[in-house]
Nanobody
């Protein structure tokens, strides 16, 4: 059993900051890529940031220079540091992880958090 537990969402003023956290819990052998997606009303879900098991990160162009993704390997946690937030960042943010759940490397699947609301408004 594996689950992703998210925290850190909320409402913030334009220009403000938030830190989202996602903790993987349960029984598993390895965490591979982890990342954050978001979906705003009427828009398709998009990848915001992703970080590999080796620490290589990627970002969607709209958040480059403002957001930063990081892993805490000891705590099975991924963070998304969001700075200079804009109203356009308002969305439900979802944690995602590629997790090896069995002893063999092929025993893996993607898992999703339930989502946390981020609202940027005056």
């Amino acid at each position: 059993q594996v689950q992703l537990l998210e925290s850190g969402g909320g409402m913030v003023r334009p220009g403000g900051s938030l830190r989202l956290s996602c903790v993987a819990s349960g029984t598993f052998f390895r965490l591979n890529d982890m990342g954050w997606y978001r979906q705003a009303p009427g828009k398709e879900r998009e990848l915001v940031a992703r970080i590999s098991s080796g620490g290589i990160s990627t970002y969607v162009d709209s958040v480059k220079g403002r957001f930063s993704i990081a892993r805490d390997y000891a705590k099975n946690t991924v963070h998304l540091h969001m700075n200079g937030l804009k109203p356009e960042d308002t969305a439900v943010y979802y944690c995602n992880a590629d997790i090896q759940w069995g002893a063999h490397p092929s025993a893996r699947a993607h898992y999703w958090g339930q989502g946390t609301q981020v609202t940027v408004s005056s």
